[in-house]
């Protein structure tokens, strides 16, 4: 039986069974719907294309056409020459091709040149014509439709020769088509915008010609012409000082090209007041703004122009609407300034210095009038708005500073610059310091009227007067309801130069900001109106300050006035004298006295919370942040300049004669400065502000330290005074150690960003700590750098790691520096010495830290002492250690004064106190201060009062005979040595003076003790960090090394004394013992200490802090009845134990045994041995 067939499946829906899903079929008609699209889209771009290429073609055509056209047409142009041909048969098809080609290229068709020379030929020849058929310019006068023409086709005239002012020299390939067509075309816009010139026009005219005249400037004024921009191209091409640089026929040219573009950039001006028959006032503003933006950005504006253009930018009519505009529209002028490019110029200067600088510096060139060469002082330009000059010009300085610090930051974050502002990174690099440095002199030149003392003195001048010069331009103004006027005041000249302080500190290579210091603090009047004006803000709420002071006068006051001619008697022409190393400048005064012991002493207040608060200044307790703006700025010009004026002012000004300023006001100013710069460093202001605020945080701290280094010399200043800032908040003792450490050592690894600010303020102002804080802090900071020793596996004491040396008592100096010079900072390891007396027999006892002390004693006072050769005492009463110049000489000299230096610091390291004090100039050196002329009084008082009297000598210095040298004797001979190369031939004379003066110091001060200072640094840095040291200045560095007082406190002694033995407080023998020693003389109590202790000085802080306790221990003495009963004491002599800082005392019955065994013990110097 057959398998039945398999009948096919039909689908009643119709489609096959090979169907597509919906998915693939709703893509498919997706495709097709795309493609079809992008074909009719194909289609069309293709359609367009053609049509812009046809239409470009067939422009194209056109216009070569129309230019054949047009070049036989000329040929013939004297016979058809009318007004209306040159429109309609010159003009219209010129304009056709030349702006066909120009836009479509932007850039000059070199065919076009021949006819742009033809046309503007024709064109000029047509509007000099006196015939009105003939002269184009009749136009402008006609029917409204030929108005219409001509006042289009000028404006399209006006682009053209705007055009080719700009791209002229890209395009030229002859140098003399190039300036005949510039010319030609500058002289056409000249003679188009100027209807005086028309030949044409009359009285009845004449009012239609001026309103041409005016829609023509003012289709210039609103920029669609390009007109100030390609003016700017030009002039940026211009080389400096062009004028002599060419000869013949170019000179002429370039000056008629830079003469006719000076005067369109001025046209707007000119004809700012045209108001002739209701024709209305030009609209000023914009063209202002395009000049401020594309003109006085030009670099080196006046140098570019010759002298006889520049009276006419020079002029109040110009230069007056340009500040005023230039404050009232300073966002947008500022905005369009970053816009503006390099101009196609290479390495161009805008790139250095961007055009806010730029305009500055012009703005600065402009306004000021003076001649090098005369030595005359200069002046303003006639109708200077000098307040609103102030103010232009600090609003343009503090772009320029906005814009360093950007440079700054990027610099440091090390980003790459891409906009214009910010070119300068690569182009520094690119340049090279010594180029880059060239460039910013000649830069600096062009603000040398801002270091002139007549640019300072005239500004105070129309203050004082309260005088203003009105201005002529302020018509128009008024008129525009845009009145930009202010009266200048003296804060306005303070910010000002604030401002101006900066930008030389940044740009300055020569001397940074030292320029204006020396002009600032040597104006008389200037810094006690400054401080005036900062006292009565800043004092303003406490009262009590100005009693029995001058403290609250107010500027311009009759206190003030008299201290501004105390002033002034001080200080006058100090304007010329310049000191060649510090380059300072002072004045004369008629005293000679120099002893300043005098001085009025700092008023005593109690010392309690209220005293200090007398001294912490509450508007500045919170630091920066605590105040405005203005008078951060006001604060960071006063700081810089007092503290530049601090420099070169002498003890006798201050003190006696105290100008600036009284002794009063000048502590009011360190407790402000004291004030502002703790809690500046106490407070995190966060990163930003604190970088606002560096530069016046720079100069606060300077203008501190200097004042204080003066009052650490001689006191003016009450104690609480510098401690109470930080009075209520100060960090517990070993937190402040830590934090000042960490400080230290982010600086030496050169990280500055971490640095705590609390550490800071112990780097930076330590004296706000009381000097017992920073003796402990000293200590802990040893006591840090034991515990990492140790951790390091350093050992000392009576350890493999100690060092064992012997010396013999006469050779004490010879066997310390043999064995122990070369150690280095090894020598902070425990020392172990054995003595050998004179007769070369071993001393008796061990070393437990008592003869390592008696060591370093005894090899500092035989080093130390005069005979020795290696230092000598100054003239002065306190007779202190400065190294000897003839040390040099010795053998092994500077090696041996090294080695002194690690015997200094291994007593300092160890707590050992020796007997001598160094001079404060040679410590000023070991803690890297620089010295001046006043220190000098602690060195060499005779010199000192003979350099005084040279400094204020009435008559000719001359007559003093006096050169550039100075006299020693060396080992009996007589040495000259020059203060400067060719001294001894030249004289002093009252011009040079100060230089001597502050020569003669620096060489006493620095030069000579230099070598010295830094062979004794180095070896002292073997074993104490320069930061442990920088929390001392140089009194209190030999008072941490040498104690207090040559005696010792008996009371302080017995309070801290333990009794071992067998004694007590109440024994016999104790009684006696302090009875006997209350009644020596200073030093034997001195040397009673040393025999115990290895040292003659008390510790530091008291004999609390002796380690080990003093002890005085029993040594039991049994004598006979008879004995005793016949008067005979106790025979035995007292003993000690040094390294255990014990007194074995026996036990003596009367007080005269005592104290003549003491005394004989004492002196002996063998304290073992007597046991």
């Not at 309609?88 to 006819?115: D, G, M, Y």
């Not at 270091?451 to 128009?476: G, P, S, T, Y």
């Not at 009145?483 to 940074?512: M, R």
């Not at 005979?1128 to 134990?1137: H, W």
Request: net charge neutral; with cysteine.
């Amino acid at each position: 039986m057959s398998t039945p067939k398999k009948q096919p499946h039909v689908s009643l829906r119709g489609a096959s069974a090979k169907e597509i899903t919906r998915d693939l079929l709703l893509e498919k008609v997706l495709q097709e719907r795309e493609l079809r699209n992008y074909t009719r889209r194909a289609e069309a771009a293709a359609l367009f294309v053609q049509r812009v290429w046809r239409r470009y073609y067939m422009t194209k055509e056109l216009a070569r056409q129309l230019q054949e056209e047009w070049e036989t047409l000329i040929l013939h142009h004297n016979s058809l020459m009318t007004c209306r041909w040159v429109s309609s048969n010159l003009l219209r098809p010129f304009l056709f091709f030349v702006s066909f080609a120009s836009t479509r290229h932007q850039r000059l068709q070199i065919k076009n040149v021949e006819c742009m020379l033809a046309c503007f030929k024709i064109l000029l020849q047509s509007i000099n014509s006196a015939d009105s058929k003939k002269n184009f310019c009749f136009l402008a006068v006609g029917t409204p439709e030929e108005r219409r023409t001509w006042l289009y086709q000028s404006q399209k005239l006006v682009s053209i020769c705007s055009f080719i002012l700009a791209e002229c020299d890209k395009t030229c390939s002859s140098g003399r088509d190039k300036l005949l067509l510039m010319s030609l075309a500058m002289q056409l816009v000249v003679a188009l915008t100027d209807p005086k010139g028309w030949k044409i026009i009359n009285n009845v005219n004449l009012r239609d010609a001026h309103i041409a005249v005016k829609n023509l400037i003012q289709f210039i004024t609103i920029g669609k012409s390009g007109l100030y921009s390609c003016i700017r191209s030009y002039f940026m091409r211009v080389d400096v000082q062009i004028s002599s640089q060419g000869l013949g026929v170019q000179t002429d040219d370039h000056l008629l090209i830079t003469a006719s573009a000076i005067t369109l950039a001025l046209r707007p001006f000119h004809l700012m007041r045209l108001d002739i028959s209701g024709v209305g006032l030009l609209d000023m503003k914009e063209a202002v703004e395009q000049y401020c933006t594309h003109f006085l950005t030009v670099p080196w504006l006046a140098k570019r122009l010759p002298a006889v253009l520049l009276p006419a930018l020079k002029h109040e009519s110009v230069l007056s609407p340009s500040l005023k505009i230039l404050m009232i529209s300073k966002e947008k002028i500022f905005s369009d300034m970053s816009k503006l490019g390099p101009s196609g110029v290479p390495s161009c200067s805008s790139e250095l210095i961007p055009c806010a600088g730029w305009a500055l510096a012009n703005i600065i060139s402009l306004a000021a009038e003076y001649d090098n060469d005369s030595g005359l002082p200069g002046h303003f330009v006639r109708g200077l708005d000098c307040g609103v000059y102030v103010l232009a010009v600090t609003t343009l300085s503090e772009n320029l500073m906005q814009w360093l610090a950007n440079v700054r930051q990027m610099q440091e974050n090390d980003e790459v610059p891409y906009d214009e502002s910010t070119e300068t990174v690569h182009l520094d690099n690119s340049l090279g310091d010594a180029a880059f440095g060239s460039f910013r002199m000649s830069y600096i030149e062009l603000l040398k009227p801002l270091h002139q003392q007549w640019h300072l003195m005239k500004l105070l001048a129309v203050v004082n007067k309260d005088v203003l010069r009105k201005e002529e331009a302020d018509i128009f103004l008024a008129n525009q309801k845009l009145e930009y006027s202010e009266k200048l005041g003296f804060v306005d000249i303070a910010v000002f130069y604030s401002c101006i302080l900066q930008i030389f500190s940044s740009l300055n290579p020569l001397g940074g900001s030292l320029p204006i210091l020396n002009i600032l603090s040597f104006t008389p009047g200037f810094l006690v109106e400054l401080w005036g004006v900062l006292e009565s803000t800043l004092f303003s709420k406490i009262g009590h300050f100005a009693e029995g002071t001058h403290a609250n006068v107010i500027p311009g006051s009759q206190d003030v006035t008299v201290l501004e001619k105390k002033q002034g008697r001080v200080m006058k022409d100090a304007g010329s004298k310049w000191v060649s190393v510090l380059q300072k400048i002072s004045g004369k005064s008629s005293s000679t006295e120099v002893d300043c012991s005098h001085a009025m002493d700092p008023p005593r207040h109690p010392v309690n919370d209220d005293a200090y608060d007398y001294w912490d200044v509450e508007p500045l307790r919170h630091g920066p942040e605590g105040i405005s703006k203005d008078v951060a700025r006001l604060l960071h010009l006063f700081c810089a300049t007092y503290a530049h004026l601090l420099l070169v002012l002498d003890d006798i000004e201050f003190y006696e004669k105290q100008v600036p300023f009284v002794l009063e006001q000048q502590r009011r100013i360190v407790s402000m400065l004291n004030t502002l710069v703790y809690n500046c460093f106490s407070y995190n202001n966060g990163q930003h502000k604190g970088q606002n605020s560096k530069p016046l945080m720079d100069a606060a701290v300077r203008c501190l330290h200097l004042l204080y280094e003066r009052d650490c010399r001689h006191t003016f200043c009450p104690p609480p005074l510098w401690l109470a800032p930080a009075r209520k908040n100060r960090l517990p003792i070993a937190v402040a150690a830590r934090a000042h450490e960490a400080v230290s050592t982010n600086v030496r690894f050169g990280d500055t960003l971490t640095n705590p600010c609390l550490g800071s303020v112990i780097t930076a102002i330590p004296h706000v700590f009381p000097f017992e804080e920073r003796v402990q802090m000293f200590r802990e900071f040893i006591k840090m750098d034991k515990v990492s020793r140790r951790m390091a596996g350093e050992v000392g004491g009576l350890c493999p790691g100690s060092i064992e040396i012997v010396i013999r008592r006469d050779h004490i100096v010879e066997d310390g520096f043999r064995q122990l010079n070369s150690l280095g900072s090894r020598l902070k390891s425990g020392i172990n010495v054995s003595f050998v007396s004179e007769c070369g027999l071993p001393e008796a006892g061990l070393d437990y830290g008592g003869l390592s002390k008696e060591f370093l004693t005894d090899i500092s006072r035989k080093a130390f002492d005069p005979e020795y050769g290696l230092f000598t005492q100054t003239s002065t009463s306190e007779r202190l250690l400065i190294p000897n110049v003839t040390a040099k000489l010795v053998e092994n000299g500077i090696q041996m004064i090294e080695f002194l230096g690690r015997v200094v610091g291994k007593a300092l390291y160890e707590g050992i106190l020796l007997d001598y004090s160094f001079s404060l100039v040679f410590v000023q050196k070991l803690l890297g201060r620089y010295s001046f002329l006043d220190e000098l009084s602690t060195l060499d008082p005779e010199l000192y009062r003979n350099l005084i009297y040279v400094k204020h000598f009435d008559g000719d210095v001359k007559e003093l005979s006096l050169d550039f040298t100075v006299t020693e004797e060396l080992f009996g001979q007589r040495v000259v040595t020059e203060l400067k190369p060719g001294g001894k031939n030249v004289a002093v004379t009252t011009e040079n003076s100060l230089q001597y003066i502050y020569a003669i110091a620096d060489y006493k001060l620095n030069r000579q003790i230099l070598p010295f200072a830094n062979a004794f640094y180095r070896g002292l840095i073997d074993l104490i960090s320069p930061s442990w040291l920088s929390l001392f200045n140089a009194s209190e560095f030999n008072q941490l090394l040498s104690g207090g007082e040559h005696d010792i406190d008996v009371l302080d002694l017995r309070n801290n004394t333990k009794y071992t033995g067998g004694y007590s407080e109440g024994s016999r023998t104790i009684k006696l013992f302090w009875e006997v020693i209350t009644g020596f003389e200073p030093k034997e109590r001195c040397m009673l200490l040393k025999f115990v202790t290895s040292c003659s000085r008390a510790p530091l802080l008291g004999f609390k802090h002796l380690q080990p306790t003093f002890t005085i221990h029993k040594v039991a003495c049994d004598v006979p009845l008879l004995a005793m009963i016949g008067g005979q004491d106790v025979d035995r002599l007292p003993s000690a134990s040094t390294c255990y800082n014990t007194l074995k005392l026996p036990t003596y019955k009367r007080a005269s045994t005592l104290r003549s065994k003491l005394l004989y013990a004492i002196n002996s110097n063998a304290g073992f041995e007597l046991s």
